[in-house]
Structures are given as structure tokens and as C-alpha cells.
């Protein structure tokens, strides 16, 4: 089949879009492992699909670059709220995405018609194990010691819609990820795997961030990962909840702010070039 699509990023973390409300994808699974492909398809971290819904705006689904499929993307759900004002589909700064995590609320920052960033209300975190979901008789797992390999790592979990391991540690650059990643994500306490992040603290109100994808190997961003990290900061006491922090991340930077209830993530949303390629 001949299939449009956009390619799109959220400060490098990269996906293949496409316009559901024109274009039907029978077997996006399939279809997510050959666009991920940066030799032999157009390369990207996965496929996001922009869907009608009947409970909001538009319905957003995301596959891994594995074919798996993911509940939630941070980075991908303001691509999505970008392509839906870009395509006409949804021409208004706050628009409504249905996701497997629930309904996000987007707000578009717009000049001259061209969507500069978005704010997403990411909702609250989930820090009770069983819904996260983690192995583990404790009301909440923070800053606690879990062995890979022999190394004890102290790992803080958060679902933001995926789960999460957070680790605060030093000299994240020098991390070989692409070996460490792999034994958290199929880690026998995450029965469905797990996302990572490697934290450093820069100060109470500056982190930066490695993460490894469960599905996708290391990105170079990860909207869910910032706030799950933002929040094992807040609980670990390296930062003050409701104080905007700024989460550095290969691609670039995200704004984050929790407060009571819920997180608000602010980053870019960049369309990089469309095509057609045939599958």
C-alpha cells in the first residue's frame, strides 16, 4: 500500500505520524516496525496514528519501534495536537486526545499559525505498585535498592500512563545504556516491562536525563520519563513540588511543573518533513 505520512519530533524523540481521518493503516503493528527502520524504512522511534474519536478531539495510538503498543507518549501527544491544527482537524489552541491513559487536555502556543510549543496536563502520577505495574508488597516503591547483575541500583517507580524506574546517580554520559537498559526493561519485578531513567541533579530546579524505552532501546527524549522523574525527585527531596523544573534530555528540554493534583509538560513539537512510501 501507498501510505502519507509526517515526520515528526518532540526535542529528538521521533515518530512517523499519520492522518487517520484520510489515510487507514490495517496493520500499524506490522507497519510500525518497517517505517522505524533508519536503513531500510524512514526512521523514527515508531508509528503514532491521529484517529476520529467520540469523546474528544482525536484519538491518538502509538507503537513501539518493536510493533508493541504503548498507552501514552509525551512527546507524541504534542506532535499530534500540532498535526491536528496543521491538517484542520481540530483548528483551536486547547484541544482534547483520547489515549489508552485517558482524555489529555492540550494547549497549543501558536505565532503566525505555526504551533511553537504545547502544554499537556499529563494528569496525576500513580505510585501504588500494582497499578503501575511493579512487583512489590510496599505502598510505594521510592528510593529503593533493586540488584542487576550484582549492582544495587535504588530505583523510584511512577506510571504516567507507562511505567517508570527512576535512578538519581552520576555520570549518566559515560552510562553504557545500550547494556544496562535492556536488564531493568525485562526485569521479572516489571511484568510489563519497564521504562528507565538515569537522572542526574543539576540543581533544585535543573535535572538531566538518559532514559531507555521499553520497546524502543534508548531515545533521545521521553515526555513520560520527565515527569515520572520530576516526580521521584519531589518524593526523593532533590526538588520542591509545584516549582517549574526543566528536565535536559538528549534532544533537548522540557518544562515541568507538579502541583497538587496533576503535571503540566511544556516542550516543542517540530514536523521535520511528509512523504508517501509504499509498504
Not at 515518530?15 to 533508519?38: C, H, I, L, Q
Not at 491521529?50 to 482525536?58: G, Q, Y
Not at 492540550?106 to 511493579?134: C, F, R, W
Request: proline share 3%.
Amino acid at each position: 500500500m501507498n501510505l502519507h505520512f509526517y515526520k515528526m519530533h518532540g526535542i529528538g524523540n521521533d515518530y512517523v505520524y499519520v492522518n487517520g481521518f484520510s489515510e487507514t493503516v490495517e496493520n500499524p503493528s506490522y507497519v510500525a516496525k518497517v517505517v522505524s527502520d533508519r536503513h531500510f524504512g524512514i526512521g523514527s522511534d515508531g508509528l503514532i496514528l491521529m484517529l476520529p474519536s467520540k469523546i474528544a478531539d482525536v484519538r491518538m495510538q502509538m507503537f513501539n519501534a518493536d510493533g508493541s503498543e504503548g498507552k501514552m507518549c509525551g512527546n507524541g501527544i504534542r506532535c499530534v495536537g500540532k498535526l491536528a491544527y496543521l491538517t484542520g482537524v481540530a483548528k483551536k489552541e486547547t484541544i482534547t486526545v483520547e489515549t489508552l491513559s485517558g482524555i489529555k487536555t492540550l494547549k497549543l502556543h501558536i505565532e503566525n499559525e505555526n504551533v511553537k510549543n504545547v502544554t499537556v496536563d499529563m494528569g496525576a502520577p500513580e505510585l501504588s505498585p500494582s497499578k503501575i505495574p511493579v512487583k512489590s508488597d510496599k505502598q510505594q516503591i521510592i528510593n529503593e535498592p533493586l540488584n542487576i547483575d550484582g549492582n544495587t541500583y535504588n530505583i523510584t517507580c511512577v506510571s504516567m500512563g507507562n511505567p517508570h524506574a527512576v535512578i538519581f546517580t552520576n555520570g549518566i554520559d559515560d552510562l553504557e545504556l545500550e547494556k544496562i537498559g535492556p536488564k531493568f526493561e525485562h526485569n521479572d519485578i516489571f511484568p510489563e516491562s519497564v521504562n528507565t531513567e538515569f537522572v542526574e541533579i543539576i540543581d533544585d530546579h535543573t535535572l538531566k536525563m538518559r532514559v531507555w524505552e521499553r520497546g524502543s532501546g534508548e531515545t533521545w527524549a521521553c515526555g513520560t520519563g520527565a515527569c515520572a522523574t520530576v516526580v521521584a525527585a519531589c518524593l526523593n527531596g532533590h526538588c520542591k513540588q509545584g516549582d517549574e523544573v526543566t528536565v535536559h534530555l538528549r534532544g533537548g528540554d522540557l518544562s515541568i511543573v507538579w502541583n497538587t493534583e496533576t503535571l503540566f509538560m511544556t516542550g516543542g513539537a517540530d514536523l521535520v518533513f511528509t512523504g508517501d512510501i509504499e509498504i
